[in-house]
């Protein structure tokens, strides 16, 4: 009798093809479902994290993401997350310009209201704890295709030796030949002329001071550029005034048009969270670098100006007086140079940049005197070609003078890049860098922080400029500056390149913020998006066993001058190894010249410890800094916050050449 299938083992039948079909079909995914969830499962063990340390996505309110470029970490515990106008020609346009106050301790944030469009200013840290902030964006870039209304650059005169003379954005400039009219784009402070007047015949010289803008013309179309040098009168000055104030221009055309800085600079107060304008510099900055100085001054250096080309100009910020000096000589530095203070005073130039200028002028590395415009050549560094886009780091602790540039990629949008880390030891008679161990990947833009277990993490970064072709690169790892060795450490949650960073926080553990790919896909044909995602990590050691005990009883933050002693309480005294001085962080576009780790003598007291603060003002320049104990076991205690004050006298500002 032939077999029949019961209606029961048909049903289970067709079932279990149904299932192989659908399991052939979506095998792909049910592996990687398993692979995830074991991933998961994996990161999560007590002894990974041990090993490996922990990421997590820290969970930012709706209202308060924001396209964050730069952070700052502040005297009170909270971080300044900075976007201005965040890369984003539309919010510039709408004037919206964002700003929010992170607490990590009560994981709270604030919007501040941001006085101007910061993105792409310089900052540092000032002796009394507040955040100078200085530059930022006056007009995105535009390229020639797009440009809807002829403009350039205009030389204002005034001849008039009594008076300076104030200029509103939007004053008008009429041709004295062709009549067309251009409106300056910024206000504008001319000075007033110089006369001086002959000892021995009495004839007075009259001298017109001299300053520029960037006009636009008032309409747009072609007809209203002009191709020749031509004298403006300014319509609504009268009398002498229109005589002695007056514009001179060569070709306003339709040209590309580059970003522009601002002069603007503001000091952030971290106890009444809020900007608090100082006087402007005098050159407009957009890219540039500012490094405090032994005596508490900043010097601002590079960034575009007013009109598109990276400034030469080198000012000193006083932050007594809160204005700006312009030293008598000029300085050509790529924007966002890596410009460290050096122990005796110099500043010592990484070769490292972001962004604009040319690939053979201003990259050697090289020890730099700003007082007498020296300049002292560093050789040896590998793949100078590829320090665009590249990190450096003073190494810890800083009384070594060794310093160590990571990675970097050729000017532009090369496709070169490289895996190289470079170290110098200033501290030689004839330093030269020496390549040290390699990166995880050859990558630009990544991200190095200094722990206060004398490692140093470095994360992300994209194998191509913006991260072209889906080239982000997903990993990090810890660098042991004792032992001049690497270890790769749990890999990042997200890609991060162009327009991120990362700052350690007081708990030990390490923020990571920002990245702008140009595109989504790897074929280069969808728009990147912003990644407003901030990470944490939890470095190992937080895994490593109870933490020792560092506890200020005071009320206010100890001040402890130069060579001074603090004592804090600790029933871990015992345990501690060793003591270190952390200056915050101020990151962004790849530059953090404020960190820095340096090592305190300590001995036990009855109930604690009590640590010394080197008496070198180049070693320490005077502001708040975070003092960590770390036992034997290379664990770290929370922060406890020291202010330095103002210790070194400041050096004369040069006022020749000579």
């Not at 993490?457 to 194998?463: P, Q, R, Y």
């Amino acid at each position: 009798m032939r077999y029949r299938p019961s209606r029961r083992t048909k049903r289970i039948a067709i079932t279990t093809a149904v299932l192989v079909a659908i399991g052939g079909v979506n095998a792909p995914w049910l592996v990687r479902f398993g692979t995830e969830r074991y991933h998961e499962y994996t990161i999560n063990q007590a002894s990974y994290k041990a090993d490996m340390g922990h990421w997590q996505v820290l969970d930012v309110p709706e209202e308060y993401r924001i396209n964050t470029i730069h952070a700052a970490l502040l005297h009170t515990g909270k971080v300044l997350l900075v976007a201005g106008s965040g890369n984003d020609a539309a919010q510039f346009d709408a004037k919206t310009f964002r700003t929010v106050l992170w607490d990590p301790e009560a994981n709270t944030f604030k919007n501040i209201p941001t006085p101007a469009d910061l993105f792409c200013a310089g900052h540092s840290q000032l002796p009394n704890g507040n955040l100078l902030v200085a530059g930022g964006t006056q007009r995105y870039e535009t390229l020639e295709g797009d440009v809807e209304k002829a403009g350039g650059l205009m030389i204002v005169s005034n001849e008039n030796p009594d008076k300076p003379m104030t200029l509103p954005a939007g004053t008008e400039f009429e041709g004295n030949r062709s009549g067309k009219v251009f409106l300056s784009q910024q206000s504008l402070l001319v000075p007033r002329a110089t006369k001086e007047t002959d000892p021995d015949t009495g004839e007075v010289t009259v001298t017109a001071s001299q300053k520029r803008v960037y006009v636009e013309a008032e309409h747009k179309g072609r007809k209203h550029a002009t191709g020749d040098t031509e004298q403006y009168t300014i319509p609504h000055l009268g009398g002498e005034d229109r005589r002695n104030v007056y514009g001179m221009a060569n070709k306003l055309s339709f040209d590309k048009k580059d970003f522009q800085g601002i002069r603007d600079a503001y000091e952030f107060d971290p106890v009444a969270e809020r900007y608090v304008t100082v006087d402007p510099m005098e050159d407009a900055r957009w890219y540039p670098t500012l490094t405090t100085l032994e005596d508490g001054r900043v010097i601002s250096v590079s960034g575009l100006d007013d009109i598109g080309e990276v400034s030469k100009k080198v000012e000193v910020y006083d932050p007594e007086d809160q204005d700006w000096t312009t030293l008598p000589y000029e300085r050509y530095f790529p924007t966002y140079p890596g410009m460290f203070l050096a122990r005796g005073g110099e500043l010592f130039y990484t070769g490292t940049s972001s962004g604009y200028g040319p690939a053979d002028e201003g990259r050697t590395p090289g020890l730099w005197d700003w007082r007498t415009d020296g300049f002292e050549p560093i050789p040896g560094i590998s793949d100078p070609d590829a320090l665009e886009t590249s990190m450096a780091v003073l190494l810890p602790p800083a009384q070594d003078q060794k310093y160590m540039v990571l990675g970097g990629g050729g000017i532009g949008e090369s496709t070169k890049v490289t895996d190289k880390t470079r170290i110098v030891d200033l501290s030689e008679d004839l330093p030269r860098f020496e390549d040290g161990p390699d990166l995880y990947a050859p990558v630009r833009y990544p991200s190095s922080v200094i722990l206060p277990d004398d490692t140093v993490l470095t994360t992300n970064g994209s194998g191509g400029y913006r991260g072209y072709s889906d080239s982000n690169v997903l990993k990090a790892e810890l660098y042991d500056a004792r032992t001049n060795t690497s270890r790769t450490v749990a890999d990042p949650l997200v890609g991060r390149n162009y327009h991120s960073g990362a700052l350690l926080l007081p708990d030990g553990r390490v923020m990571t913020f920002g990245s702008d790919s140009l595109f989504a896909d790897e074929a280069n044909t969808k728009p990147g998006e912003f990644e407003q995602q901030i990470d944490l990590y939890t470095p190992p050691y937080l895994f490593a066993g109870e933490r020792p005990e560092l506890v200020d009883d005071g009320a206010e933050t100890q001040v402890v001058e130069l060579g001074g002693t603090a004592e804090f309480r600790t029933k871990d005294a015992a345990r501690v190894d060793r003591a270190r001085l952390l200056r915050p962080g101020s990151f962004t576009h790849v530059t953090n010249v404020e960190q820095r780790s340096i090592a305190l003598e300590f001995e036990g007291t009855e109930d604690g410890v009590r640590v010394t603060v080197p008496d070198d003002p180049t070693l320490v320049p005077p502001g708040y800094y975070m003092v960590n104990v770390v036992d034997d076991q290379g664990v770290p205690s929370e922060s406890v916050w020291l202010h330095i004050p103002e210790g070194a006298t400041p050096a004369p500002i040069p006022t020749t050449t000579d």
